[in-house]
Structure formats: structure tokens, C-alpha cells
């Protein structure tokens, strides 16, 4: 006898389930392995490829092996809640953010590297725009208020994350409080800038205005005496090390 056919919402989640986990999960009735392989393959292929996009540098720490084996459990694991493809890259930030210093404990800066990175995508493709009419270039920043470009993120990380590739794996923070200010200029190019911690909190401050903003921040510095701790370590620091010949701090 035939078997009872499947309801289609089903065959439809058995065929996901069966591309998700091609080892894991029974091959719905009626489907070839031949042409489950096509369908495995693509839906991996156009994922992984939104990933490397995001997340070069990251691909090259992993190694192939890791990479495809992580990316691979990304997809088998993950529920996606946005329709959008450019969400890909943040939904496997937020994977790995929880399982990084499980999965990969000889790395441990690979969750805000990888934050890192994703950055530069979400400034990139963020929808947020310089109003000319809103903003006077003859102003005075004293007695105005500085306008701060509407595309710029900061984060702050315990790795000095400009420097991180495959030849500079750091085993455990410096001590330092390594700041970053991204924005997109008017030919649509993503620019860095290495912050001190000074102009970092300026930045924050600035920032605070738009309650919509993803700031990273470490908690201290929401008093100007925590700032005051954290510079003073800095810059005792960045003075040992000038003294070394080993500044160390460095703008990107």
C-alpha cells in the first residue's frame, strides 16, 4: 500500500527540517536525494554567502574546517524572525555572542571582533541620513550644538579589534579600553576612527540624544569618575609602552 500522503504544512517542514540537517533529519516521501542535495546546497551556499560578506576576517581566524562547521550549525539551529537578508549577518552575531567562548576558547575576542565587523554593515546599509537644512556649517560649537553625523555608531571593546587577524590572536585583554567611531561619509565609504576614552564618552553624550542608537559602552563610564579611573589607567598605560617604543594605542 502507499503511504498516507503527507498534509502539505507537513511535507513542508520536513523538506526545511531535511535541508537544515541533511544528517539529522529523514528525507520527506517523494523526494529524491539527488534533488535535495540541489536544494541543501543553494539555501547553504546563498547564507554562507551573506556571511562571508559580513565577516571576512572572522572566515580566516576559523579556518575553512571551523567556519563551515559553524556556519553549517548556525543553520541548523537558528529560527530566523526577519525576512530581510541583510538581518543574516546580525542573527549570527547573536548566535555566536552566547556559544563563542564555549565553541571557541583559544579565542576569546572573537564575540566583539566579530561585533566588530558586523559594524561596518550596519553602518553601511543604515537608512539614517545627513539633513543639510538641519545643520549650519558657519555655527559656533561653543555656543551651538554640535551635530554629530547621524550614520555614526561607537563601540567599545576590551581587544584592541583594528589589529586582530591571523597573525595577532590576543589570549587575554590589555587592560585597555579600546574605542571606535564608524560613520559613513557622502560617497557612501565606511570610515574608522580610534577614539580615546575622553572622546568617547563626548561621543556617547552626543549620541544619547537619539534613543534609538545601539551604543556598547562598559557600564563605568556612566559616571564622569569611572571615566576618570579608566583614563588614568590609559594613559599610564600608553606611557609604559612610549617609553618601550611600543605606543599603544593606534588609529584606524
Known sequence: ??????????????????????????????ASDQRMRVYQELLFNNLEGFLLAC?????????????????RRFFSEHRSHSPLFRDIPKAFLDWMEIRAAEL????????????YEWLELSVSV???EIDPDAIDPHGDLLAGQPALNPTARLA?????????????KPSQPDGLTWCYLLHRDAEDNVRFTHLNVVTARLMEILRQRRPDDEL??????????????VFLAHNSRWARSSEQGKPSLRAR
Not at 55 to 71: I, M
Request: proline share 15%; charged share 20%.
Open 156 to 168: 567599545c571593546y576590551r581587544y584592541p579589534v583594528h589589529r586582530i587577524g591571523p597573525r595577532f
Open 1 to 30: 500500500m502507499l503511504p498516507e500522503p503527507m498534509h502539505f504544512t507537513d511535507y513542508q517542514a520536513a523538506f526545511a527540517a531535511r535541508i537544515r540537517n541533511p544528517k539529522g533529519a529523514p528525507r520527506p516521501p517523494g
Open 104 to 115: 571557541f576558547p583559544n579565542l576569546p575576542f572573537l564575540a566583539e571582533f566579530m561585533h
Open 55 to 71: 565577516y571576512p576576517v572572522t572566515r580566516k581566524l576559523l579556518g575553512k574546517r571551523l567556519w563551515t562547521q559553524t556556519v
Open 126 to 128: 543604515t537608512p539614517d
Open 216 to 229: 556598547r559602552v562598559p557600564a563605568q563610564w556612566r559616571s564622569f569618575r569611572g571615566i576618570a579611573r
